[in-house]
Every structure is written in C-alpha cells, then in structure tokens.
C-alpha cells in the first residue's frame, strides 16, 4: 500500500462549483497535514496546514483531517478559474526531527468558466 | 513577503558531468530541504539540513549528492557525476521551526542531463 494515496484526475468542474479533494495515507505517525497548489512546472504553493485531526478554514477553502479513517479533505468553495492547478496532500510525523514531506501524487483540477 | 529563490532556473548537461544547483532559503529559516520531482511523478524528498548537518535523508541521496551551507544565505545541492534519471525539477524549500513550522518552495531548477 502506497504511503500517501491521491487520485491524479484530472478534475473538471464548473466555475462558482464545490471541489473536493482528497487524500488516504496509511503511516498513523503522521499528525501534519499540508495542501499545496502547483501551477505548471512552478514551485509547490503552501495553501493550509493542519494538526492532527479536525477542520481549518481559510476563505474559500477549508480542510478536514481524519485521523481515525486516514483520510484528508480540501474543499473549495465558489471555485474560481484561477484555481485551476494541481492540488498536492502532503504530509510528515510529529517527531521532530523527522521532517521529510510525503506528498501525494497531486490531484489536476480545471475551474471552466 | 519573504520567499525561497533558486538559480538556475533550467540547466541542461551532459551525462557525467557535475552540477551544483543553488538556494536562498528565506532570511530567518533554520532548515532546508532538497526535493525533486520527475516529470508526471510525485513531489519525493531527497534530504533536510539543520545547524549545518545533514538531518535526515532519502535512499536517492547517495554518494553521487552533497549538500552545503557555504555562507549564511546560500544553500546548495551537488550532483557529482550527473545521469540520465537525475533530469528532474529539483525544488529547495525552507521552514522555521521544524517541529512545528511548515516548509516553503522555491520556483525549482529543471535539471536536464543528456
């Protein structure tokens, strides 16, 4: 079983729509939890973090961490084009030390207008 | 507000040949981090840096990559004796605390070796 699992998409949605991505891991070590958006071939973009299990909000996006299922959410809500990315789960333990990133394999979402 | 720069943007090289790609972290950043990412393939980590060791690696971060903080600004990655499935965009990243901070991404260096 892979460590980090996404579904690559791609993801084609309406403007002004719900997205919902998502993410199932299997190490129960980890307790930080990353969205991040790559637009083509730039940098990883840090969009929200989150500790442990519960919900994080920030505008228009709000992720969910369940621990107890090992499942991670990104909502976004009234998607705009410009949302149009690869969104990447990533993940690390909570010992410090040990803090190498597991990215999932990036989810390609298209916002049309 | 404050962000990781990397240079170059694109090298290309010949196989066997050396290549030492460049970082600036973020100014007050106490650990760095290489990645890279093969064309259509998972983000996969390659090593993390702090008080001027190595911290923690990956089985990819064999003899042939070093790591190096030569000034208090600059953070580099060497590839010794480059080949072919190294070409890969390789993307530093920085982060405060690392117990707790999360890390930040530079724009990456396409590395392609011929």
């Known amino acids: 079983q892979k460590e980090v699992e996404q579904d690559p998409g791609p993801l084609s949605v309406p403007e ?8 199932t891991y299997s190490n129960s070590a980890f307790q930080y939890f ?36 090992k499942y991670i959410s990104l909502f976004i ?23 190498k ?6 989810t390609r979402l298209t916002i049309n207008p | 507000e404050p962000e990781v720069t990397q240079t170059p943007s694109h090298q290309v090289t010949q196989m066997g040949q050396e290549v030492i790609l460049r970082c600036v972290p973020i100014s007050n950043h106490l650990y760095f981090y ?13 090593v993390s840096f702090y008080n001027n060791e ?3 690696k990956s089985e ?13 600004s600059n953070f580099t990655l060497k590839i010794r004796s480059t080949k072919l499935e190294d070409s890969a965009m390789y993307f530093c990243a920085s982060s405060d605390l690392g117990g707790v901070e999360t890390q930040y991404f530079g724009p990456g260096t396409r590395l392609l070796v011929l």
């Open chain 1, 77 to 99: 809500r009234d998607s705009q084009p410009s949302d149009s990315a690869t969104y990447l789960c990533a993940m690390r333990g909570g010992i410090q030390g040990a803090q």
């Open chain 2, 34 to 46: 290489w990645y890279r990412q093969i064309l259509g393939q998972k983000v996969e980590f390659l």
């Open chain 2, 60 to 72: 990819i971060f064999d003899d042939q990559f070093s790591v190096e903080r030569p000034d208090g």
């Open chain 1, 34 to 69: 990353m969205w991040y958006r790559q637009y083509s071939r730039k940098g990883p973009e840090l969009l929200m973090y989150t500790y442990s299990s519960g919900n994080k909000e920030d505008g228009r996006f709000t992720a969910q961490v369940d621990k107890s299922s």
């Open chain 2, 54 to 56: 190595i911290s923690e």
């Open chain 1, 16 to 23: 002004g729509a719900i997205v919902s991505l998502n993410c």
């Open chain 1, 101 to 106: 990133l597991v990215f999932g394999q990036g």
